[in-house]
């Protein structure tokens, strides 16, 4: 099989390549001790997946709180995706420093963590409030 220069090179690298990729994606970063800042990144990713995962939980609460009452469910809905539109714009403006870093994945998944648990928490009072609360529907 005959490879133009240019084209050899590219299958070469990849080639020798490809075990280090897949060594390095076998490999789960001990994030008790995170040294790499890939490693570093990964984990905090983990942690925003596990926030996500959580206030995706909660929204779902919410809306079975708010079942039969479809105004509720509606401006929940149009909170949500505001504060969807706030997250991403301050999580936009914290890494403005950082931008195009190698530190700025972690640093965007540290500040997507740290507002989605919060808004985990102001859910969960909406879910959770008591009866005669008037700040519930």
């Not at 890939?38 to 939980?57: P, V």
């Not at 507002?115 to 409030?129: M, S």
């Amino acid at each position: 099989m005959f490879f133009p220069p240019r084209r050899c090179s590219a299958v070469i690298l990849t080639l020798m390549l490809s075990p280090l990729v897949v060594a390095a994606q076998a490999q789960e970063p001990n994030c008790d001790n995170a040294q790499t800042q890939l490693d570093m990144t990964q984990c905090a990713a983990r942690e925003y997946e596990a926030a996500d995962k959580a206030l995706n939980a909660q929204y779902a609460a919410v809306r079975k709180r708010y079942s039969d009452n479809e105004d509720a469910r509606k401006l929940l809905r149009d909170a949500q995706r505001a504060w969807i539109g706030f997250r991403d714009a301050q999580c936009d403006l914290e890494t403005l420093a950082v931008r195009g870093g190698s530190i700025e994945p972690m640093i965007r998944a540290q500040c997507l963590q740290r507002l989605t648990e919060a808004r985990t928490k102001e859910l969960a009072v909406l879910a959770e409030c008591a009866e005669g609360d008037l700040s519930c529907v």
